[in-house]
């Protein structure tokens, strides 16, 4: 895939207009979530693929989430968390209608 330097303009004036503290660990986290095959992601398999630490997903999907973060602001609600049906120690995380339409236009920014 090549991606012209206008694309990369448009999206990345899209996602700073969406979160202005938008970081590439934060955009990092949601590519592995939407690029997801079934849906449902695994926190864990999310630390694994990005290299993060387990805090600094939890932190991310905070700010990703459909939840208001403690404290804080809304999330973006562009990704949901659920505990895993079969192992409620274990927590899925998917994306949310929001979440899908950011994909939507991501892709349509491309040339």
């Known amino acids: ?3 012209t330097t206008k694309t990369m303009i448009r999206v990345t004036a899209y996602l700073l207009n969406a979160d202005p503290d938008m970081t590439v660990s934060r955009l990092n ?3 592995h979530i939407a690029s997801s095959k079934d849906g449902d992601v695994l926190v864990r398999d999310l630390c694994k693929k990005t290299g993060l630490g ?3 997903v939890a932190r991310t999907l905070a700010i990703l989430s459909d939840k208001p973060m ?3 602001k809304d999330g973006l609600g562009w990704v949901r968390t659920d505990p895993d049906p079969e192992d409620p120690r274990r927590v899925l995380v998917n994306l949310t209608s929001v979440g899908v339409k950011v994909v ?3 892709e349509a920014l491309g040339d």
């Open 1 to 3: 895939m090549n991606v």
């Open 29 to 31: 986290v949601f590519l």
């Open 54 to 56: 387990q805090s600094t």
């Open 70 to 72: 403690r404290g804080k």
């Open 104 to 106: 939507a236009d991501l």
